[in-house]
């Protein structure tokens, strides 16, 4: 049937999500590979340097403490320092909007157009992102920590679904924003018991496939860490433990409800996103827990690992840690299946509902 003129140029619903995420995936795994290649690194870090000397400026104005050292910021009075790293360069960025520009395959003129846009509008975000970090961490280091890893996470999440709904000449990025900030405040409240559920099935995946060394991920008293059996002291016992919570990985769940009540997709639609979410950040968690022990181990130079040998006992016998090769692999896919749920996954779910009017 043709198509009257009001409506062209609305927005019309993804029909094939699973293709459109397929085109995501294989766009941040090739994108994140680029990231191994020295000249792509050294671009980054180029980048970084510059997103700290504008950043100096900005921060320096009233304030004649601040100096700057390469992409270090620091307050020589106030004491504190930031290092504007890799994670600043906003790489995960970028290749999470070109990741969603595959999936959404607008014509050619309007991505050209969308990259640029979207890619000048990341940086822009990361110099504020700096900037207000650097300015909260003067106040508060406890401040620093909430905002840097549960605030701006949630709000590049925010930035790319606005971006994409621009692109496909959408509505409805303010009310995606205005849920997706409450249901985060809400968030704080479920990000616990999530996190126990969470943990209970990754140890689930790692029981069927992960690694004999890899043990339980789970609360203990120095915090959420994964268990292994590999041994870090010989005299007393002790085993190696690494750093790992799993709400870090729940944590774009409150933008997928966002985008699901914006969206209103039936209820097979609805569901096959959940289950992917859930699918994925199960996955990343058990990947994460493998990689967390090989390299804590690697980093402490362990070679031994403790193995049952009946009535109680243990032999220590050496340590077989993954090849670099298996550890490159296995992080590429945890970086993937991390930005597919936080930067690609909400905003194909907003894009998937009927259109509006």
Request: hydrophobic fraction near 55%; proline fraction near 6%; include cysteine.
């Amino acid at each position: 049937m043709a198509s009257s003129p009001s409506d062209r140029g609305r927005h019309r619903p993804l029909t094939d999500v699973p293709l459109a995420l397929l085109r995501a995936l294989a766009v941040l795994g090739l994108g994140f590979l680029a990231m191994s290649l020295g000249p792509v690194q050294a671009a980054f870090e180029g980048l970084a340097t510059a997103l700290a000397a504008l950043s100096h400026l900005l921060l320096s104005i009233g304030n004649g403490d601040l100096v700057r050292t390469g992409s270090e910021l620091r307050d020589t009075v106030a004491g504190w320092a930031v290092d504007v790293t890799s994670v600043c360069d906003g790489h995960g960025l970028l290749i999470g909007w070109l990741a969603l520009l595959a999936a959404l395959t607008p014509p050619p003129r309007r991505a050209l157009t969308a990259a640029v846009g979207g890619i000048l509008a990341i940086q822009l975000f990361n110099l504020v992102r700096i900037v207000v970090l650097a300015l909260v961490l003067g106040q508060s280091e406890r401040a620093f920590v909430g905002v840097h890893l549960f605030a701006f996470p949630l709000l590049t999440g925010i930035l790319l679904a606005a971006l994409a709904l621009t692109t496909a000449r959408q509505p409805g990025a303010l009310v995606f924003a205005v849920l997706a900030v409450g249901l985060s405040i809400l968030w704080v409240l479920l990000a616990g018991p999530a996190a126990h559920v969470a943990a209970l099935l990754a140890n689930g995946l790692l029981a069927l496939g992960g690694p004999a060394e890899v043990g339980e991920i789970a609360q203990r008293s120095v915090g959420w860490t994964v268990g292994s059996s590999v041994i870090a002291e010989t005299s007393p016992l002790a085993f190696l433990l690494a750093p790992l919570d799993p709400a870090d990985f729940l944590l774009p769940a409150p933008l997928l409800v966002a985008s699901l009540i914006a969206a209103r997709p039936g209820w097979r639609d609805a569901t096959l996103a959940g289950a992917g979410f859930l699918i994925a950040a199960l996955l990343a968690i058990a990947i994460a827990a493998v990689t967390s022990i090989a390299a804590l181990a690697d980093a402490y130079g362990l070679t031994q690992i403790a193995v049952p040998s009946g009535a109680g006992t243990v032999t220590a016998e050496p340590y077989a840690a993954p090849g670099e090769t298996t550890i490159a692999t296995l992080r590429l896919t945890q970086n993937m299946l991390v930005h597919l749920n936080l930067l690609v996954l909400p905003a194909l779910v907003l894009l998937s509902g009927p259109p509006r009017r």
